[in-house]
């Protein structure tokens, strides 16, 4: 397992634009072991894949945020991002970052192929 950190929340109007940020302890020459991903989770709701990196550094999001939101990776310890525009009110939820490394996991927006999870940090959006 990796540790995680989240940050960036915070409350913003209908509208409006939050970047989401998470620190991880992996190196980018080692980050094609990795694939890393956003969820969040509204009280009383599962939680859900909102944008994932694949070890190749493909892209892939959930129908919801698609034109919304883009996530993306950067610095020499890689910095998960999560730019997030168009700020809709059923966007709000807990956001957590999360890496995984099973061999051959396809499903990046599934919970069940991440094994290191961040703390998350709170998105509020209100109409």
């Known amino acids: 397992q990796v540790q995680l950190v989240e940050s960036g929340g915070g409350s913003v109007q209908a509208g409006g634009s939050l970047r989401l940020s998470c620190s991880t302890p992996?190196?980018?020459?080692?980050?094609?072991?990795?694939?890393m991903g956003w969820f969040r989770q509204a009280p009383g709701k599962e939680r859900e894949g909102v944008a994932a990196i694949g070890r190749d550094g493909s892209t892939t999001y959930a129908d919801p945020v698609k034109g919304r939101f883009t996530i993306s990776k950067e610095n020499a310890k890689v910095t998960l991002l999560l730019q997030m525009n168009s700020l809709k009110p059923e966007d709000t939820a807990m956001y957590y970052c999360?890496?995984?490394?099973?061999?051959?996991?396809?499903?990046?927006?599934?919970?069940?192929?991440?094994?290191?999870w961040g703390q998350g940090t709170q998105v509020t959006v209100s109409s």
């Open positions: 992996v190196y980018s020459y080692s980050s094609s072991s990795y694939y």
């Open positions: 999360a890496t995984g490394r099973t061999y051959g996991w396809r499903e990046l927006l599934h919970p069940d192929g991440y094994n290191s």
